[in-house]
């Protein structure tokens, strides 16, 4: 049995360090665009997961399959409805959740984008419910309704503009948050779809890999029809100051914030697992205050505070 606290310690980490994360991207996706970013970043991405997986099965048991899952014996792996699933949230909920969602900082600052797209857990839920037939109950109902106004107060405040970023008119504002409001569907589709490999017993890591190598497969072939991806692959040879924050950037947030988040989901129950990481739209306050050198208005901060707790809500609907 984990140690008291572990997975409590390994969600409130992955927060904060999806948050670093986060705002290391939004500014690489200014100084690079969100296309050139997208491509560097998956690539990178694939390298450092293959290596983890392929660890994983050397040393200690991994694989395709989680041992003992459905699925896992007797019947050859998983279906092809599975993998194909998990191939096409992929495409939906990696690249182009995150083309659009770095779309939306360039525009309105990592905080704002941030905070819009914490509504894929209300995405998701609302899904399940339509798709998979799983149940919200009146705390997840108070908690969809709490989240989204928190999120909507700090959406119609005009705040402070994120050093780097386009200034603030309405329609440029209305632009960012529509980004990444798109970008939280695409999360949410994302993982809707992944629920179906998971179901059948995929090893998580070995679903993360395939859906970032499907994502670059469909990326980079799509990037080099149109032109992109040769400007994109020169900043590896001709700008090293941000390739090296881009490694940085990609081992701290997707390599070892999602194996905390793993740890997370194994040593405490889902559900607050899932609240504590909540918490990043929280953590990125003081994180982009930082960079930026500049705080947010107190309404900015109240309602992020007001997103999290309806998140939570909805998150601890079936732990309370």
């Known amino acids: 049995m984990p140690a008291l606290?572990?997975?409590?310690?390994?969600?409130l980490s992955t927060a904060a360090l999806w948050a670093v994360s986060c705002?290391?991207?939004?500014?690489?996706?200014?100084?690079?665009g969100p296309h050139t970013l997208i491509l560097l970043r998956l690539p990178i991405c694939i390298v450092m997961f293959g290596a983890w997986w392929g660890a994983s099965v050397l040393f200690f048991g991994g694989g395709v399959m989680v041992p003992g899952a459905p699925g896992?014996?007797?019947t050859g792996g998983p279906s092809l409805l599975a993998l194909g699933a998990l191939a096409l949230s992929g495409v939906v909920g990696v690249a182009l959740c995150d083309l659009l969602f770095y779309s939306g900082?360039?525009?309105v600052g990592a905080r704002v984008a941030l905070l819009v797209q914490s509504l894929s857990t209300v995405i998701t839920a609302v899904l399940g419910y339509l798709l998979l037939g799983e149940a919200i109950g009146p705390m997840g109902i108070a908690?969809?309704?709490?989240?989204?106004?928190g999120v909507a107060w700090v959406v119609g405040d005009s705040g402070t503009v994120p050093e780097g970023a386009v200034p603030l008119s309405r329609a440029v504002r209305l632009r960012g948050v529509g980004l990444a409001f798109a970008s939280a569907l695409a999360l949410s589709s994302g993982m809707v779809l992944s629920k179906q490999g998971l179901s059948e017993g995929v090893d998580p890591l070995f679903a993360a890999l395939l859906r970032m190598v499907v994502a670059m497969g469909v990326f980079w072939p799509t990037a080099m029809l149109t032109g992109r991806l040769r400007p994109a692959l020169g900043v590896v040879r001709g700008d090293r100051h941000n390739f090296r924050l881009l490694l940085a950037a990609s081992l701290i947030g997707p390599v070892v914030g999602v194996w905390l988040s793993l740890v997370a989901i194994g040593a405490t129950q889902t559900g607050i697992a899932a609240t504590l990481i909540g918490l990043e739209p929280i953590f990125i306050i003081p994180v982009a205050a930082m960079v930026e050198r500049r705080w947010p208005t107190p309404r900015a901060i109240a309602g992020a505070g007001i997103a999290f707790a309806g998140t939570a809500?909805?998150?601890?609907r079936n732990v309370l």
Request: glycine fraction near 12%.
């Open 5 to 11: 606290g572990t997975g409590e310690l390994a969600a």
């Open 23 to 32: 705002q290391i991207h939004a500014i690489l996706s200014r100084r690079l």
């Open 72 to 74: 896992s014996v007797g």
């Open 105 to 107: 900082v360039v525009l």
């Open 143 to 149: 908690g969809i309704l709490i989240a989204t106004a």
């Open 313 to 316: 809500l909805l998150c601890l």
